[in-house]
């Protein structure tokens, strides 16, 4: 029999036995499958060929400095959250080669090198982790000119998404708006259920590619029952998330605090290490390196991803503009979350906690917005109090 046509929008049930034949559709189409999967005792994304390269039955914790990856007693595929890699590695590789020329006399002749980029299907894909890949559609391509390589690499990308069953310890999504649920960009976005021995996935349709891969598989309509119960798996996840951020008037509030003692304190903790920088998902510093070999025949340049917590990155003519640490953390942050909304129309952050939860001593941007916030909020009500006790 064959199974009904898939409509945009609506919801089917995959068994989890099913799954390969996913992964075997995509593999089909020329798609080189990348997921989460088991490595350097994280969970790391990477290529998939089978269902059994997921990080079937682990889980993680985190919190601010601490990240633990543990086995448990189920065969859940995506009973995690986001690690330290994020899909930016594939759409925005951390080197890139610009160019390559060869010595032609007392010149140099540029050789073409066509990139053959494959097209990625991404698999597992978080909610804040979409938002994350909106905004560096917006740096790179939103402007009056875009990045040829991402747009290359984003063009073709195929998002298997996936409504986190859990929250970590670091996560704040859902006050930057950009989670637990997924809403948009996705092809296919699955809600996994594990319940007494039945494993399956409910998944809603995002596109005509997504509904066509899934129905060369088998599959059926979900009833109201399972809607529901994919419906409950996001509330829960909503629930546990412990962490927010304020984001009330933030550019206001930060442009106005450049001299605020806070930074000071984050700087006595701050190790300038670049770590928050490097896990970010739309962190996009870089700086650009030009090598040629001993022979002095061949010649070329190389993208790599930087960081504007290192002191080189500001350096113009004779020195560092931000040579403290005071003046990075200020930056980071004040870019991130303020001067960001002027340059893309957007906050840079989505919450996905990765930079607290990979900062060595566990510096939280939430607590470094909440303590300038609170400042604020005495400072203006012991000025209150003084004008009315003037007044009186
Ligand atoms: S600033 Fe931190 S929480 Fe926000 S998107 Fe970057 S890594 Fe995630
Ligand atoms: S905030 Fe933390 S992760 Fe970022 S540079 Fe400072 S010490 Fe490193």
Redesign the pocket.
Known sequence: MTAPSLKIRETAILESTHFQKLLDGLIKRGYQVVGPTLGEDAIVYDELKSVTDLPIGYTDEQEGGKYRIKKQNDKAFFNHTVGPHSWKKFLFPSELRMWKAKRNGNTFRFLTDNEKIKKFAFIGVRSCDIHAIFIQDKVFTGGKFADPHYKLRREGIFILAVNCGKAGGTCFCASMNAGPKVSSGFDLALTEILKNDRHYFIVEIGTELGAGILHEIPYKIANDEEKYAADIVVKKTAEQICKSMDTANIKDLLYKNYEHPRWDD?AK?????????MVCPTCFCTTVEDVTDLTGEHAERWRKWD?C?TMDFSYIHGGSIRSS?KS??RQ?MTHKLATWIDQFGTSGCVGCGR?IT????A?DITEEVSAIRESEQTTEKKTTEGLEEQRS
């Open positions: 984050a903790r701050c190790l300038t290490c670049a770590n928050c920088t960081s917590f640490a990075r953390y980071w930079c990979w900062c060595p001593v510096i």
